[in-house]
């Protein structure tokens, strides 16, 4: 008789325990890694950078690409271990954007950027912008880009990041498969760019409607 009560306690436990196994809900997976934030109402994009690059894709045209590092997305020629500059030229492309219901729409993001100019004069062949098109043929060499990068703040430090703000311009308004992308190319100097928390909203720049 205690055999038989036995092997039944040990049956209810096991299909307890079985049930509670399958109560726990599994890990959730973002499908983008830990670049991208869950999406909010009105975001389109919202990238932080922190250890990858989310769902943009990095094309490079020669020499060093963009790099994940200092939980930024960072572009520079220039390499610290061997103090060597590399002539570059690089892309980092967003997916595309339906911007058909939009009435405004924003581009923002943190950054750093040092080392683009000399004594107050601009580093020959040093670029940094940010440029964007509704036509994109999937090479970022061959697309006619529109430049917004207006200007851009040189740092003094590697802690304090300034904010870039912009207006996606109006001829963009509307459309659907509309690319931003960060470019940066250097020559025998280079500078170096630090970007996270990339952020293209409804609205204007600043969060107005």
Known sequence: MKKIFRTIMAVAIAALTFTACEDVPAPYE???GQGTK????GEY???TFASNFGEFTVHTVTGTPWVIDF???KASGY???SQVTTPSESYLVSPAIDLTSAKAVSVEF???LRYVTNNGEPV???NNKVLITDNYTGNPATTEWTDITGTLTEGRDWTTFSKYSAAVPAKFIGKSGVVIALYYSCDSSSGTWEVKNLVVAKGEPGGGD
């Open 30 to 32: 973002n499908p983008n």
């Open 38 to 41: 869950d999406p909010v109402e």
């Open 45 to 47: 994009i919202n990238e």
């Open 71 to 73: 939980g930024t997305a």
């Open 79 to 81: 390499d610290n271990s």
């Open 110 to 112: 943190d950054y750093i």
């Open 124 to 126: 020959g062949g040093v």
